[in-house]
C-alpha cells in the first residue's frame, strides 16, 4: 500500500471512530486510561526492550545527547506515563456541558453544550512519552487520534500503542480510535495535514522548524505554538521588592522554557534606580545583558543590544535591555517585538496595569507575577496540549477545552417563527 | 501600483489601525457608528446616484433579476443601512469582558480577558448593504476590516465607504480601520486571503462557489457557511400536532434560506399513522415528495428518492422523506448526509431527545422547534456575521464574539513560580 492509501485509510478509520469517541460515557472513557495504565505497567519490559533497540539505533545514526536523553525511557519514566494516564482520567470531561441557556421572546431556549471536534492529528518528536499522553487527552475529549511520532521513536511508540488499544478494547471502544501511524516515510506527514475531510485539527508539539513547515501545508487549522520572547515590564510605579523578584523568577527559574523572559523594559523615571541592582541581580546568575544605549550608560558591563536582539528567544542565559519612557512606550516595544506569548508589568499603579492587561496584544498577560506562570497546570487546566501563540480558536496555554467546540441547542415545545 | 503591492498596502495599515480599533473606548466606537448612520443620511442622494449608475451598467452587462434585486438600493433600504449601524451601537461591547477569574493555590487570580481578533477579511457579493454592515460588525468587535465587495456595485459602495470614513474621523478613530477595496481585479481577493501577516480571519458571505474558491486559497483562518441541509425527524415518541407544525414552519415558511428544512425522516411505528399527514400538509404547500421505498408505499404522490437527494439543499419547494428505525438510524442518516447546520427532533421522549442533542453532530441541535429558528437574531446574539457550518473557533448563528477571542489575564502581588 501507498503512504497516500495507507494514510487515507487511516483517516477513514479515525472519522469513523469518532462518532464512538463523541458519544462514549464519561465512565467508557476513564475505563479505557485505566487500562491503558494498567496495560503500560504490565508491559513496562517490553516497552523498555522496544526503547532500547530505538536507542541503540540512535546512537549508531549519531543523534545528540539531548535527543537521545528525550528519546530514552526508564522504569521511571514509564511508571510516570501510566500516572499520566491516571491523572487525565481524574480530570472532569469537558463534553456535554450545556452553558448560557437562556429564554428566548419566542419561548424557545437556546444555549450551547460542549463537544469535540473530531479527528486530532498530533504530530511531535522522537519523545515516547507524548504516545501515551496524546492518546489520553484526545479521548479524554471525546475526539479520535492519529498520532505522528519521530521516527526514531518507532518501536517504543508501537510498543506504547498496543497498550493504548488494548485499554480502548476493555472499554468496548474501537480500537481505531487512538491510530499510531506505522510508517516512517515523511510524506506521511504532508497528507496528515491535508485530508480535511478525516482529520479536524493538527496540533504540532515540538522545534519552530516542524511547527513552521506544518502550518504551511496544513490545509486544516493548527493549534500552533512558536517562540516565547516573553517581557518584564517594570513601571515607573513599580514595587522594588517585587520587581526583583519577579525578574529573578522569570529569567532564571529555567532558562530554557517557552515562558522564560527574554527582555526587560525598564521606565525612564526608575532606571538610574533600578536597572543596575536589577543587572547585577542577572549578572549574579550569569545572565549577560545586551542593552540599549541608556542601559548601557547605567550598566557598564551590558553589550549593545541589535534590533535582532528585540526580536530573540535566546533560551539562554542572555537578557534584552530597554529604557522606556512609560507603560504606553512599553506597550507599543512589546506588540512590536514580542512573540505574542507572555508578558508582564510590575506596578503599583492601577490605571498602568489595567492598560498593561487591556492593550498589550499577547495569549498571557500579567500584572506583579513571573511569566513562569503561564502554563496548563498553573492555571488549573489540569492538562496541557499545548500553548498556543494563535489567537484563533485558543491562546495561550491549552487545556483539554481547546480539543472541543461548542455547539448551539435549542429547548422547545413545539415553537414555530413567525 | 500593481494589485499585490496596493493589497500589502492596504493590510499594512488595516494591521496598523487595528491597534487603535483594539484600544478604541466603547464610547469611541459608538460615536464613529452614530456618526456613520447620520452619514449615510445626509449623502443619500449621492449614494443613491452611484448606485444608479452601478445598476445600469449591471442590466447593460445582463446580469439577472435577482442580482439586480440585491444590487439596487431605494430611499428605504439607504435607511435600514444607517438603522442598521444605530443598532450595532446600541449592543453591548464584547471587548474587555472578563470571565472566570480563580485564584490558584501559588496565589495568583488567573482569568480570561475578551479582545478582538485584530484584522478581519470579509468577501461578499454585489449587496453594498452588507459594507455598511461588515463595518459597523468589525468596529464594534474592536477589529480593522478590509472590505470586498462585488465589482458591480463598486460605485456604491466607495460612497458607502466615504461615510464610513467620516465617521471614523468624527471619532477620531484611523479612517483606515475599514478600508473598502478600490480594484475590481479578481487577483485582489486571492492576495487577500493570504496576508496572514496583515489579515486574521477572512469571512465570506455569498455563494457556495465563493466561499469553497476562497477556502481553498486562503493561508489564514475562515469562517466559512457552506450549505443547509437541515433535517426534520418525527420520533415515534412525537407529537402528531408538534410535528405538523415544526415540519410545516420549517420547510415553507421560506424555501430559500440556510436554515429551511430539506429532509424529513420518520420513525418507523409512527410512519403509517404520519407520514400520509405530513405529506399531505407539504402537498398543500405546493412542496414535491422525493421519498424512500416505504415512503413511496405510504405517500403515492412522492417520487423516488436517489442517493443524491439525501445530501441535497434544494432551497426550493421538494423535500426528501426517509423512513428509518429508531433515533439511533435518525442520527446515523444526519451524521452521514447533513451539512452539519440545523437538524431537529420532534419527541416527547426525554431520553431519545437527550441522545439526539448530544449525538447530532450540527452547529444547532434541537428539540421541538423550527430549524428556522436557527439564526443570530433568534438566538439573541443581536447581529450576525454569518452561519458557521465549521466545527473550530465558532459553530452555528456566529455573533460579535466571533470576531473575537480570549487571552489570559493573570493578577499577582509580587508571585513568582517555585
Known amino acids: 500500500m501507498d503512504v497516500k492509501t495507507y494514510m487515507q485509510q487511516v483517516g477513514r478509520q479515525a472519522r469513523e471512530a469518532s462518532r464512538a469517541t463523541a458519544r462514549a460515557s464519561t465512565a467508557a472513557k476513564n475505563t479505557a486510561l485505566l487500562a491503558m495504565a494498567q496495560a503500560i505497567r504490565e508491559r513496562r519490559d517490553e516497552l523498555l526492550a522496544a526503547n532500547a533497540a530505538d536507542v541503540a539505533d540512535a546512537r549508531n545514526n549519531g543523534l545528540d545527547a539531548a535527543m537521545i536523553d528525550r528519546l530514552t525511557l526508564t522504569e521511571k519514566s514509564v511508571e510516570a506515563m ?59 475529549s471525546g475526539n479520535a487520534a492519529i498520532l505522528r511520532g519521530g ?103 529555567r532558562l530554557g522554557t517557552c515562558n522564560t523572559a527574554e527582555s526587560l523594559l525598564i521606565a525612564r523615571p526608575v532606571a538610574v534606580s533600578l536597572a543596575p541592582t536589577l543587572c547585577a541581580m542577572l549578572g549574579r546568575h550569569g ?62 499603579n492601577y490605571t498602568n496595569a489595567m492598560r498593561f492587561l487591556r492593550e498589550v496584544d499577547s495569549g498571557s498577560v500579567m500584572v506583579n507575577a513571573s511569566t513562569r506562570f503561564a502554563d496548563g497546570f498553573e492555571y488549573g487546566l489540569g492538562a496541557e496540549i499545548g500553548i498556543s501563540t494563535d489567537k484563533f480558536h485558543a491562546r495561550g496555554p491549552v487545556g483539554l477545552e481547546g480539543l472541543t467546540s461548542q455547539k448551539w441547542i435549542v429547548l422547545g415545545d413545539g415553537e414555530v417563527r413567525s
Open 151 to 253: 521516527k526514531e521513536s518507532l518501536r517504543a511508540n508501537q510498543a506504547i500503542a498496543a497498550c493504548v488499544r488494548a485499554g480502548l478494547k476493555a472499554a468496548g471502544l474501537p480500537e481505531t480510535a487512538v491510530q499510531v501511524i506505522e510508517t516512517t516515510d515523511r510524506a506521511a506527514v504532508g497528507h496528515l495535514v491535508a485530508m480535511p475531510e478525516y482529520v479536524d485539527v493538527i496540533v504540532p508539539r515540538g522545534g519552530k522548524g516542524l511547527i513552521e513547515r506544518i502550518s504551511k501545508e496544513a490545509r486544516v487549522p493548527v493549534i500552533k505554538h512558536l517562540d516565547g520572547n516573553c517581557h518584564v515590564y517594570v513601571d515607573d510605579a513599580a514595587d522594588a521588592g517585587k520587581a526583583l523578584r519577579i525578574l529573578e523568577n522569570s529569567k532564571t527559574q
Open 287 to 348: 545572565v549577560a545583558i545586551r542593552g540599549c544605549e541608556e542601559t548601557r550608560k547605567l550598566v557598564p558591563q551590558a553589550i549593545a543590544a541589535t534590533e535582532e536582539d528585540w526580536y530573540a528567544e535566546y533560551l539562554a542565559a542572555i537578557i534584552s535591555v530597554k529604557i522606556v519612557a512609560d507603560v504606553g512606550e512599553a506597550i507599543e516595544h512589546i506588540n512590536t517585538y514580542s512573540s505574542q506569548h507572555t508578558d508582564t508589568i510590575v506596578t503599583e
Open 82 to 140: 501510566a500516572q499520566g494516564l491516571e491523572q487525565v482520567a481524574a480530570l472532569p470531561d469537558p463534553i456535554g456541558e450545556i452553558t448560557d441557556m437562556k429564554r428566548r421572546p419566542s419561548g424557545i431556549q437556546v444555549g450551547k453544550m460542549r463537544v469535540p471536534l473530531g479527528v486530532v492529528g498530533i504530530i511531535y518528536e522522537a519523545r515516547p512519552n507524548v504516545t501515551a499522553d496524546a492518546a489520553a487527552l484526545c479521548l479524554k
